[in-house]
């Protein structure tokens, strides 16, 4: 018996050294999904803990959006060139800009059976929009006629419905907004335009940690901070249906630690490499990495308020930007994940255009002439501020040394400890000269880029630049009759900014990641994300 | 010995008390606004902000969150995260078996390899042997963790490829040796020197003479006289460091992907998450409270000359 005992232990610590072994055997050859806990045919992600429960008009940030996208479809998608691609939508149409008609695809149903009808939208979004359910993204509802009753400035709302949204039948639905907005349609295509099935409304709360949606995949498990995985939904009909059998989010706590995983074969996909691989990962992963800019553009914002930019002369801050060297910069310093701005815009948005003009050009003798001739900067001193767990205290020293010996402006970074610290002092209009602004597209179009950011009573205008002829100006986009004019109209707009300056644009973000042997296809889309439907599992 | 250990507990209280006041009041003054960096860049409203910091109870005084926290604490209540609206209960509940599990297997490491090097170098103090030992030490004392940390999983996870180079979300145990070893090789050094000094010390002792003179056999006179005697400094330094390995190692658990208590802590700074920090940061008083306890009483034990009443 003894002897049998101990055979069986010898036998136990084998099985025990070749499992340890063969999960960190070479990655060469072998496709077969080796990584512990993937079942077969599914795909890996490194997108850690969403910051907030699942519940699309709640989730704002790249990690839960990702989870989102996967699990929902809203009436609309882009493709990379910015381009509508109708997904849950048959057709959208208006003639006015002011009253739109959505037509339903026929025979979509949610994951657990219900049928997707204009009801599952119109009482998502007046869900959305009530004040009481303290959502998020609640604003991108406020170009509907009566979000005001749902959602006032002050106090309990008045009504728990909007009146613009009215359902014609099943699979038609009007919205009627407060007023014209020609690109109304590009908003539509945001995560936050989800429907809801009418489980939700009987437990948000169950509903965010398990959600139930009408997207390529569907909601397997959550193991929070470790991993939320999904499976392919086979009933789709969208014409982004998942090309692979799942995927897994997977939760780093740095991303040096993803990367590894990447390399030893225990990750499919990476989303940013980490700055310590960046010089290398080109030829670790050779044609499997991943380097294209996508819609999102880092600037720095001057504060019209600030005792340095007060009634500032445009021209001085041309020269500060012609003072900058962004090609050198870009690649010495952010190791090429940036490609330097020509414009307001960045590429891959439907109105980016290229300005004619030399602002963006490296010039310093231009520069310093620019700057002098504006009447130079008061206190001939400058502050970049930044959050200093961002990454970014490299570059704004960069851009300083670029500025303080192309003008002779002394300029300093203005380090704050993180990015909390960093917009309450945007908030509180506390930012001595400069600040690093950063804006991702929420929808491809030049539009989200102007209006949001330099009119006058936008909220994310924390620069506080405000001027009466650019405000005319993008209302004349917003009145406009069709979208194509509108975006015209903007981009005429674009070139008034120039002259007035409310921000510096530097670069335009790129993302550069990477992919495991064992996948294939992966794509980008305009706000840097990968497509994850399209992702296939190499046999 | 009872009414020692009552006491000691009892005093428990006020230290407990004194440190979530700390830190709740460092964290209530640290600046940046949680609620309104879940909005980021993106447009806020300002009523939806008040509204949600009226829910969570952050628009009181400092003293009047505190008593609330204390009064939840009490009732087996560590919070809700502000973001994720999950109980703080269930974040420690996540990260602390880890980190037990990753202290537990360091600590392991530490005394057994720790306390054999010390003793070894300590029998034969001025040889070449103990050279040798003393160097070695000292080159584990000198390099950052870091560095043993990158240096260590370089070696066996990308060249060898005996190991994976991250720990898993399972944490298998036999993911968790590298990283082990890696945080105990510091404290294994500082045991090493402890010991072997203690020994070499203790060997000119008047009751080892003794021993060796009434005849009792080596093994004995080592194992026994010469071992209690020497441990006592060792210990107490032993029953520090467990607190500190269960207090989490960001360091180590950053290289090693290790979701333990050092991460969860991180995180919970970076977003500001107050009830979190202050939950998990007195947890890991009280795991010293208890392990400085523990040590005391091991004194009595390994030196019959203590006594506690």
């Known amino acids: 018996m003894r002897g049998a005992k101990s055979a069986k232990w010898v036998a136990g610590a084998i099985v025990v050294a ?94 657990n059976g219900e049928a997707v009808t204009s009801e599952s939208y119109i009482n998502a979004w007046n869900w959305y929009a009530n004040t009481k359910n303290k959502q998020q993204n609640a604003f991108w509802f406020e170009d509907i006629k009566g979000y005001e009753d749902v959602h006032p400035a002050k106090g309990d709302p008045k009504a728990d419905k909007m009146s613009g949204l009215k359902a014609v039948d099943d699979t038609t639905f009007t919205i009627e907004l407060s007023k014209p907005v020609p690109y109304f349609q590009y908003k539509l295509g945001y995560t936050t335009w989800a429907p809801l099935p009418k489980s939700f409304y009987a437990d948000p709360k169950a509903f965010g940690q398990k959600p139930v949606g009408n997207g390529p995949y569907i909601f397997e498990k959550w193991d929070h901070k470790k991993l939320i995985q999904v499976k392919a939904n086979p009933d789709y009909q969208g014409p982004n249906k998942a090309q692979n059998k799942g995927v897994l989010f997977k939760n780093y706590a740095t991303v040096e630690a993803a990367y590894k995983d990447l390399l030893s074969g225990n990750l499919d996909m990476i989303r940013q490499i980490g700055p310590k691989d960046l010089p290398k990962y080109k030829a670790d992963l050779g044609d499997r990495a991943i380097d294209q800019e996508y819609a999102a553009i880092q600037s720095l914002v001057p504060t019209f308020y600030s005792k340095t930019f007060k009634d500032i002369d445009p021209k001085v801050l041309q020269g500060l930007s012609m003072a900058i060297d962004r090609d050198t910069i870009t690649t010495t310093v952010l190791n090429k994940t940036r490609t330097p701005a020509t414009s307001f815009t960045p590429k891959g948005v439907q109105g980016n255009q290229v300005l004619d003009t030399d602002v963006f050009k490296y010039n310093p003798t231009k520069a310093k002439k620019l700057v002098t001739e504006g009447g130079g900067v008061p206190g001939n001193k400058i502050w970049i501020q930044y959050n200093a767990d961002g990454g970014h205290k490299e570059w704004v020293t960069a851009v300083c040394e670029s500025i303080r010996n192309a003008t002779g402006v002394e300029c300093l970074p203005d380090a704050k400890p993180d990015f909390q610290t960093d917009l309450e002092a945007r908030d509180n209009d506390q930012v001595k000269s400069f600040y690093r602004g950063g804006w991702v597209a929420d929808y491809p179009l030049n539009v989200n880029f102007m209006r949001e950011l330099y009119g006058t009573t936008a909220e994310a205008n924390n620069g506080k630049f405000s001027n009466k002829e650019i405000d005319a100006a993008f209302k004349k986009g917003d009145n406009a009759k069709t979208l194509e004019e509108s975006i015209k109209l903007y981009q005429d707009a674009e070139k008034m900014v120039l002259e007035k300056m409310p921000a510096i644009p530097l670069w335009q973000y790129r993302t550069n990641g990477g992919h495991s042997e064992a996948v294939d296809n992966v794509e980008v889309d305009f706000h840097g994300d990968y497509q994850l439907t399209g992702v296939t599992v190499k046999k | 010995m009872g009414r020692y250990v009552a006491r000691r507990l009892l005093q428990m209280i006020p230290v407990f008390i004194g440190s979530t006041l700390l830190v709740f009041a460092m964290m209530y003054a640290l600046p940046g606004d949680p609620v309104r960096a879940l909005a980021g860049e993106q447009t806020v409203d300002p009523a939806q902000i008040a509204q949600m910091k009226k829910d969570l109870g952050l628009d009181l005084p400092l003293w009047h969150q505190y008593l609330n926290y204390l009064g939840n604490l009490f009732q087996g209540d560590f919070g809700t995260q502000i973001a994720s609206g999950r109980p703080v209960a269930d974040i420690i509940s996540d990260a602390f078996p880890i980190t037990i599990r990753l202290a537990l297997f360091a600590f392991t490491f530490t005394v057994l390899v720790g306390i054999s090097i010390g003793i070894f170098a300590g029998l034969k103090a001025d040889t070449l042997r103990d050279r040798g030992l003393l160097v070695l030490t000292l080159v584990l004392i000198s390099i950052p963790s870091f560095v043993l940390g990158y240096l260590l999983q370089y070696f066996f996870a990308f060249q060898l490829g005996w190991v994976d180079p991250n720990v898993s979300t399972e944490a298998a145990p036999g993911e968790l040796l590298l990283p082990a070893v890696v945080l105990g090789s510091l404290s294994l050094a500082y045991v090493a020197r402890l010991t072997r000094t203690s020994v070499a010390e203790n060997l000119r002792a008047d009751y080892m003479r003794t021993a060796v003179a009434k005849g009792l056999p080596r093994r004995r006179v080592i194992g026994v006289h010469l071992m209690r005697n020497s441990l006592i400094p060792v210990v107490t330094f032993l029953g520090t460091d467990l607190g500190a390995l269960l207090g989490g190692a960001v360091v180590t658990e950053g290289i090693f992907n290790v979701q333990g208590v050092g991460y969860a802590v991180f995180e919970a700074l970076r977003h500001r998450e107050g009830a979190t920090v202050v939950g998990i940061v007195t947890l890991i008083v009280v795991v010293y409270l208890v392990a400085s306890l523990i040590v005391d009483l091991l004194y009595a034990v390994l030196d019959p000359r203590i006594r506690y009443a």
């Open chain 1, 18 to 111: 070749l499992s340890a072994t063969a999960c960190g055997g070479s990655d060469s050859g072998d496709t077969d999904a080796k990584e512990k806990g993937k079942p077969a045919g599914y795909v890996s992600i490194d997108v850690g803990e969403p910051q907030k429960p699942l519940i699309p008009a709640d989730t704002n940030e790249t990690l839960g959006s990702y989870v989102i996208q996967s699990l929902f479809t809203q009436l609309i998608d882009f493709d990379a060139d910015g381009g509508i691609v109708y997904t849950n939508a048959e057709s959208i149409e208006t003639k006015d800009s002011k009253t739109w008609t959505v037509k339903l695809k026929k025979g979509w149903k949610f994951h």
